[in-house]
């Protein structure tokens, strides 16, 4: 008979993983290198000593505020040197915390805060108005508590004050809680483009056991990390976490600007960032990377997207240092990463299973493909969330139990893998265009697209069709100062393709609608193309 139990998310072990939380980390750095910088964000900079007393002194005001252990306390701010001190406050409260996506529309910030069920919500001066606003829209949200990071107002209490008594000290005898492996962590809304986004659940053991990968590719107590995406993409933290808690420095930019960046590079003398790939095209055009020097840079991470092929024949060519292609989701289970330099031959992959990942490619009838076939990638790894807040219909919906009996995490992307175990990511499996009955994926196209040198971007979508149920449609971008024909890019591209792949129409465009960490969003880029004549349409 069929098991029919529910499925419950089983993480593979890491042998000889030693846990360790990230506030009790935060104290050891600030007994062992008090004077070390710990965070920076222009002429500010706080060291381990100040990081770790301020972070306390807040945690210990959001418990007398109400955070209980393991509840919830969401940030919606944009000002990340406070941000990070608030994150770190939480988790050392024994609470659980969750960053809001502060590009969100009003009407679904409020929906997500409201399913957090937070006590305590911080916001920085730019979301205030709107943080209160929502709370008074929802009557269970009446008493939560409003906490200001780089501001004072009437009904709200500020939360990041040397002045505040540490843990213990107002008399009352509270002390931080010891936290165990399964307490929460964080709660990570996901970055969907219809509906309600989901809030994906970390505990302190899954972000312990991400630690092994980043430290065996070269992040350490000497690291000097550069961010500059949002602190609510888990892109921005997992770079963010693995730094503190090796005791390394952590270097904000809140807004991308490109000469910032090389020079933050150049005089710090950077030795790890974390990008995204539409980050890395900017800079490849930008006439000051020639002029810096960015040879401090040990370790590129890059994450949310697939790069192209020609990108990384740029980065092999022209970037210094190691360059390490992250391929995951933030639910964890599936996960693989490419060491470009290591591997240039492989580049059109995005590497082999991370540490202790196991990945299968599973048929339309979940059945595993043969070696080089095309299929779902599923996966198991150490590092697997604990579940959709609130929502286990959602998190066992998202699991399959194979033949075998593994239980695995359904990633919804298509990929094949070659007989040396490098895995190819064509497609998302909602995304694949099916036209004329043949399944068509999208990234091949691009690839083929990409090839002209008169293009910096490009997207493909299928368009509704009557003749082909759905026909391939592309938005490109030209590199600055291109002049070539838009029909001659796509008959380039159509030339190399077979006959049942080729691009009906190409849209030329000034930018890709793309979310606040890169990645292209196909359906706004359907409306963008849907009701507009094309530059370029197949040539019969």
Request: hydrophobic residues 40%; glycine residues 8%; negative net charge.
């Amino acid at each position: 008979m069929p098991d029919t139990a529910p499925l419950t998310i089983q993480p593979l072990p890491l042998p000889e993983h030693e846990f360790r939380t990230l506030p009790g980390r935060m104290r050891r750095h600030a007994a062992e290198r008090p004077d070390h910088p710990a965070l920076r964000e222009g002429e500010r900079m706080l060291t381990w000593a100040q990081t770790c007393a301020l972070a306390e002194r807040a945690a210990a005001l959001m418990i007398r505020k109400g955070l209980t252990r393991r509840a919830v306390v969401s940030i919606v701010a944009d000002t990340p040197l406070d941000y990070c001190v608030a994150y770190l406050a939480g988790l050392a409260a024994g609470g659980c915390v969750a960053p809001m996506p502060v590009t969100a529309a009003d009407a679904t910030l409020a929906t997500m805060i409201a399913d957090a069920g937070a006590p305590c919500v911080v916001a920085s001066a730019s979301q205030k108005d709107r943080v209160e606003a929502i709370l008074a829209s929802k009557p269970g949200l009446a008493n939560v508590a409003k906490l200001a990071l780089d501001f004072e107002a009437e009904g709200w209490t500020k939360l990041l004050d040397m002045d505040l008594p540490a843990p213990g000290e107002d008399g009352s005898g509270g002390e931080l809680p010891e936290i165990e492996p399964e307490d929460l962590f964080n709660i990570i809304y996901s970055s969907g483009t219809t509906g309600i986004p989901k809030g994906i659940v970390h505990t302190h053991l899954f972000r312990s056991r991400q630690m092994p990968r980043f430290t065996a590719n070269g992040v350490s107590p000497d690291s000097r990390t550069l961010l500059t995406t949002p602190l609510y993409s888990n892109t921005t933290l997992v770079a963010m976490i693995a730094t503190l808690a090796e005791g390394g420095t952590v270097t904000f930019l809140p807004k991308w600007d490109t000469p910032t960046w090389l020079g933050l590079v150049e005089s710090q003398k950077i030795t790890c960032c974390m990008l995204v790939p539409v980050l890395i095209q900017r800079l490849f055009k930008a006439e000051e990377l020639a002029k810096t020097d960015i040879s401090s840079l040990e370790l590129t991470i890059c994450t949310s997207s697939p790069l192209a092929a020609a990108t990384k024949n740029e980065i092999i060519a022209r970037w210094p240092g190691r360059f390490i292609e992250l391929y995951g989701l933030t639910e964890g289970g599936v996960s693989a990463m490419l060491d470009l330099k290591a591997f240039p031959d492989k580049s059109g992959s995005v590497g082999q299973p991370a540490l202790g990942s196991d990945l299968v490619l599973l048929d339309d009838d979940d059945r595993p493909v043969p070696q080089g076939e095309v299929g779902e990638v599923v996966g198991r790894s150490p590092a697997m969330m604990a579940g959709y807040h609130g929502r286990d219909d959602l998190t066992e919906k998202a699991l399959l139990r194979l033949e075998d009996g593994r239980v695995v995490f359904r990633s919804g992307d298509l990929g094949r893998i070659d007989e040396d175990g490098f895995l190819y990511i064509v497609g998302r499996k909602k995304d694949m265009i099916i036209s004329g009955g043949f399944n068509i994926y999208a990234t091949d196209l691009e690839e083929a697209l990409h090839a002209h040198p008169d293009v910096q971007e490009v997207g493909v979508v299928g368009a509704p069709s009557e003749a082909w149920g759905e026909t391939p449609v592309a938005g490109v971008v030209l590199r600055p100062g291109a002049s070539a024909d838009a029909q001659a890019i796509l008959d380039g591209a159509n030339a190399n393709l077979g006959k049942t792949q080729r691009v009906s129409a190409l849209h030329v465009l000034d930018a890709l609608p793309r979310n606040a960490v890169g990645k292209v969003l196909k359906p706004d880029l359907l409306a963008a193309v849907k009701d507009r004549a094309p530059d370029a349409v197949m040539s019969r």
